[in-house]
């Protein structure tokens, strides 16, 4: 499906009745040939708003996937960049196109996918960092020509193993993965990854209205996996409407952060005039 390089819908489908972490190291090899990647049009139209809160030494991508959130952070970060996921698949994918593009000439390029990488490349669980310690995270590094340091670390971002030692966190696509009660804990762990003054970053689109084609699918999706939930074992969580942004911004303020948002304009707007895509940029504040 969606292309020949693609998943086919049988493989999509083993997928949708596995548990999050094996449905992800299931289709990592194929993910990026998928429409579920962050499009490269949002991840320059974030790099492009966070450049002037800058400059930024460490920057950390929670549920980093096959890493196209650390395009972004390889933009705007000078030391070091590290992404984490519970995937290891998706880890493997993203370490694997990372050196690819580390050995590659053009330091500007983006890594391109590997069709076929090693799930076991990727760091194992025993090998997280001393909470306590500002150590950077484990995992083998590379180091792109003119960029930071890239690492990846295998973890649950509801129990990041990060001391405070981050300038930015990004996350992209990702939050359709915790129920709502899950919110608060996972904010709660981006801002103790953050030294004070620190931004957690991450782009929101404009719901869709009712009278939408795009309304009615995700609803169905939704609808759908709710089902699909109360009937099956293990569960696979993932909804396009537990995100709304008055409940998650309430939700960052209980977290500690000072909240700011930036409309994404190059993306395009509304008939009403609003921004069809903001930046919600929260900071930790610099007297914790």
Known sequence: MFTEQGPTLRELAVQA??????????LA?????????????????????LRPLGPFAAGLDICCGTGAGMDVL??????????????????AAAASR???AAASPDPAASPEPDASPDPAASPEPDAFP?????????????VGRGGPAVSWVRADARALPFAPTFDLAVSFGAFGHFLPRERPLLFTQAHAALRPGGCFAFPVMA???????????????DVTMR??????????????????????????GRAGFTVELFPL??????????????LVVARKPRDV
Request: positive net charge; aromatic residues 10%; charged residues 20%.
């Open 17 to 26: 009745l596995s548990s999050i972490e094996h449905g992800y190291d299931l």
């Open 29 to 49: 090899p194929k993910f990026d040939r998928t429409p579920f990647r962050t499009s490269d049009r949002l991840l320059d139209s974030v790099a492009g708003a």
């Open 207 to 221: 719901p869709p209205g009712p009278n939408s084609l795009l309304y009615w699918t995700l609803l169905g999706f």
């Open 130 to 142: 001393d909470p306590a310690a500002p150590a950077a995270p484990a995992g083998p590094s590379v």
């Open 98 to 100: 990372y050196a690819a």
């Open 227 to 252: 089902i699909r939930n109360a009937l099956w074992r293990p569960r696979f969580v993932m909804y396009y409407r537990t995100f709304p942004l008055s409940a998650v911004l309430e939700d960052l």
């Open 74 to 91: 390889r933009q705007v970060c000078r030391e070091r960049a590290v992404g984490v996921d519970f995937s290891a698949g998706m880890l």
């Open 265 to 278: 304009t190059d993306l395009g707007r509304l008939p009403d005039g609003s921004p069809r895509a903001r």
